[in-house]
Every structure is written in C-alpha cells, then in structure tokens.
C-alpha cells in the first residue's frame, strides 16, 4: 500500500507540475473535433436552417426527429460527414505520438523543460513511438478480440440456461475481466513508452521485453495505482453526467456546452496521472544504476632527504712580502 501511495503521489506530483501539457491536450482535442465535425454542422445546416422542426433540436434532443433527419435523401450519405472525422481522428492519433515523448521528458525533468528540449525529444522518438503504438494496437486488438468472442460463446451458453439471471451476470462478468486484462495491456506498454523516450531507447521490441518483465514483477502495485485514477475518472464521468441531465436546461446550449466540456478536461487528469506513474516508476526501479567506481588516492611519494653539500673550500695563497 505505500508503494502504491508513492507512486500516486509521485505520479500526481509530476502532472501537476506539468499542467500545461494538459491544457494543450485538451486544445489540441478541440480544434481537431471542431474540423472533424465541420462536413456534419454543414450538412446539418442545409436543412434545419429552413425547417420548422429544428425547435426540436435546439431546445433538447429530439430522437425522432434527428433520425428523420439522417434518413433523408438531402441529407446525402452519412459516409460523407463520417470520412473527415475519422481523418481527422488519426490525424490526433498522428499528433499524440509526436508530443507524448516530450510529456514523458517533461515529467522526468527536475525543473521546467524548455520548448526546445520538448521538440526535440518529440522528433527523436516519433518514430519509434509510432512503431510502438502499432505494436501495442495489433496486440490489444487481438486481445480484445480473443476477450470478446469468448465473452460471446459464453453469453450463448448462459442464455440456454433456466436461470435467467445468468446471461447478465456472465455479461458484466466478461465486461469486467476485458476491462482488468485491457488495464495491464495499458500498464505495459505505458512503461514502454517511458523507456524508450527516457532512455532513448532505439530498439522497441527491448523496451517492449524490459516493460513487460517489469510489469508483470510489479503488477501488484501498479495495477492498484492505474486501478485508483481509473476509478477517479468513472467519478468524474458519473459526475459530469449527473449535473448535465440534472442541472442544465434542455434550452440552454450554453450550459452543456461548458459542463460538456469542462467534463472533457478533467477526464484528461487522470490519464495523465497514469502518465506521471510511469515516469515514477521507471526512474525508481527501470534505470539502470550507474556503476560508481572506489576512489583510490595516487600513492605519495616520500620525499628524498639528502645531506647537504659543502661549499668547496677554496685556498687562498698568503700574499707575497713586499720587497722580495
């Protein structure tokens, strides 16, 4: 428990101290959202501006109404508002990959990291993250998949059982088993992604080893901390929901727009907390030490005393007697 309240507190320490990154996250998010969404709020606009029935848009969510909508023939086909979202969805998927290595050295920084390091650990590791995340999406998604079909089979089975309760039960069963194995997935290869941005690492498949040695040495731990701001986040979903549904008029636009979005960046807290927490735990147990080398004084040497030398004696003939 205080190897896990270190690295809570460790990992909240670093985010905290780094909150601008979360701010242009959340930016960032925005804007792509806004471009993502434009051929949607064009084609929206072609026939609501001229009908009678989008009072039922505009003063709440009229499902009938906006079903109608899309099975309209002027509408055109959903494909065409759909295809710039999903660009535009990889196009953040693209940018996440260029900025979180600077967010990872940032975090391991002992003092505000300058705009030039950022970039420059950014375009260091771009691709070696990009390998990285497709490392990680073809193992997740074949878990996922392998998770969910048994799910499937299993549900089946429980559904030719006489107990009704059952088929649910096996539900929310699998749903929480995915969710467990998804969780240490993301443990894994979020300490992968801190090797290779800290410690420059240029081969990924060794980070990719190194992370899950040490993840499943101290998956105790670090499972409990990423389990705890999961938990964080669940509340603030739960929360944001609750006030938008119970607080916000049907009427006021401006109201679910701000508790929209104010949800929105408080769900990015914890998940760079998460981030914080792998910086925390590869700087304590994934560095390397480095190896420190006894000081062994040079031997002084003793000094040589030599006796003295005598002046040599100079004989000075008598002087001579005048007159000889």
Same mark, same amino acid.
């Given at each position: 428990?205080?190897?896990?309240?270190?690295?809570?507190?460790?990992?909240?320490?670093?985010?905290?101290?780094? +909150?601008?990154?979360?701010?242009?996250?959340?930016?960032?998010?925005?804007?792509?959202?806004?471009?993502? =969404?434009?051929?949607?709020?064009?084609?929206?606009?072609?026939?609501?501006?001229?009908?009678?029935? =989008?009072?039922?848009?505009?003063?709440?969510?009229?499902?009938?109404?906006?079903?109608?909508?899309?099975?309209?023939?002027?509408?055109?086909?959903?494909?065409?508002?759909?295809?710039?979202?999903?660009?535009?969805?990889?196009?953040?998927? &693209?940018?996440?990959?260029?900025?979180?290595?600077?967010?990872?050295?940032?975090?391991?920084?002992?003092?505000?990291?300058?705009?030039?390091?950022?970039?420059?650990?950014?375009?260091?590791?771009?691709?070696?993250?990009?390998?990285?995340?497709?490392?990680?999406? $073809?193992?997740?998604?074949?878990?996922?998949?392998?998770?969910?079909?048994?799910?499937?089979?299993?549900?089946? +089975?429980?559904?030719?059982?006489?107990?009704? &309760?059952?088929?649910?039960?096996?539900?929310?069963?699998?749903?929480?088993? #995915?969710?467990?194995?998804?969780?240490?997935?993301? $443990?894994?290869?979020?300490?992968?992604?801190?090797?290779? =941005?800290?410690?420059?690492?240029?081969?990924?498949?060794?980070?990719? =080893?190194?992370?899950?040695?040490?993840?499943?040495?101290?998956?105790?731990?670090?499972?409990?901390?990423?389990? #705890?701001?999961?938990?964080?986040?669940?509340?603030?979903?739960?929360?944001?929901?609750?006030?938008?549904? +119970?607080?916000?008029?049907?009427?006021?636009?401006?109201?679910?727009?701000?508790?929209?979005?104010?949800?929105? &960046?408080?769900?990015? $807290?914890?998940?760079?907390?998460?981030?914080?927490?792998?910086?925390?735990?590869?700087?304590?147990?994934?560095?390397?030490?480095?190896?420190?080398?006894?000081?062994?004084?040079?031997?002084?040497?003793?000094?040589?005393?030599?006796?003295?030398?005598?002046?040599?004696? $100079?004989?000075?003939?008598?002087?001579?007697?005048?007159?000889?």
């Amino acid at each position: 428990m205080a190897q896990n309240q270190g690295l809570l507190s460790d990992g909240w320490s670093r985010m905290a101290h780094n +909150k601008r990154y979360i701010v242009w996250f959340y930016l960032l998010n925005v804007m792509l959202a806004w471009f993502g =969404a434009g051929a949607f709020n064009n084609q929206v606009h072609s026939m609501l501006d001229h009908s009678l029935r =989008a009072d039922y848009l505009l003063h709440g969510f009229h499902l009938a109404t906006f079903i109608e909508m899309l099975a309209r023939p002027e509408f055109g086909p959903t494909m065409a508002s759909a295809a710039p979202a999903m660009h535009f969805a990889f196009l953040f998927f &693209l940018l996440t990959a260029l900025f979180v290595p600077g967010v990872l050295q940032g975090y391991a920084a002992t003092y505000r990291l300058p705009r030039e390091e950022f970039f420059r650990a950014c375009g260091r590791n771009l691709w070696r993250f990009v390998r990285l995340l497709i490392v990680a999406a $073809i193992v997740m998604g074949v878990v996922a998949g392998a998770l969910f079909g048994l799910q499937g089979a299993l549900q089946k +089975k429980a559904a030719e059982s006489t107990n009704e &309760l059952l088929r649910p039960e096996v539900r929310f069963a699998g749903l929480l088993v #995915i969710f467990l194995i998804m969780t240490v997935l993301r $443990i894994w290869f979020d300490l992968a992604q801190a090797d290779v =941005a800290l410690g420059d690492q240029p081969a990924v498949r060794k980070s990719i =080893a190194v992370s899950f040695r040490h993840m499943r040495r101290n998956l105790g731990s670090l499972f409990g901390s990423y389990l #705890i701001t999961t938990f964080v986040a669940a509340i603030v979903l739960v929360v944001g929901i609750f006030v938008w549904i +119970k607080l916000v008029p049907p009427a006021s636009l401006l109201g679910a727009v701000l508790v929209s979005q104010l949800t929105l &960046l408080l769900l990015l $807290i914890p998940r760079f907390w998460q981030r914080g927490i792998a910086v925390s735990y590869y700087l304590r147990d994934m560095v390397e030490p480095i190896p420190v080398v006894p000081f062994t004084p040079a031997p002084v040497a003793e000094p040589v005393v030599r006796e003295p030398i005598s002046p040599p004696v $100079i004989v000075v003939p008598p002087p001579e007697p005048l007159g000889s």
